[in-house]
């Protein structure tokens, strides 16, 4: 059994990842995003999915990255309404 390097549980199916030349032991996927997800530079929130990067910082969406004054990370808000919107209509 080895030991969770977020949580300290020992765990008989914990696993490791190997970043940078460095080992981590998780237990959990949920102790491994903690550990190793990057934060959004404006909302702070763990990025979990693909996430974008401008002027090397990551962002969670491209309304963060506009909300910092990036204005070149596009999504596909264009297809649906936006949050403003949407609670302009409920």
Not at 57 to 65: G, H, K, L, W
Request: glycine share 6%; aromatic share 8%; proline share 2%.
């Amino acid at each position: 059994m080895a030991k969770c390097d977020v949580c300290g549980n020992e765990y008989h199916r914990s696993f490791e990842v190997h970043k940078d030349g460095r080992t981590f032991t998780f237990d959990s996927f949920e102790c491994a995003i903690h550990r190793l997800a990057p934060l959004c530079a404006h909302c702070g929130c763990r990025i979990v999915g693909h996430g974008s990067e401008s002027e090397s910082r990551m962002y969670c969406c491209a309304n963060c990255a506009r909300l910092s004054g990036i204005d070149t990370i596009v999504d596909n808000t264009a297809t649906r309404p936006t949050y403003e919107a949407q609670r302009r209509l409920s």
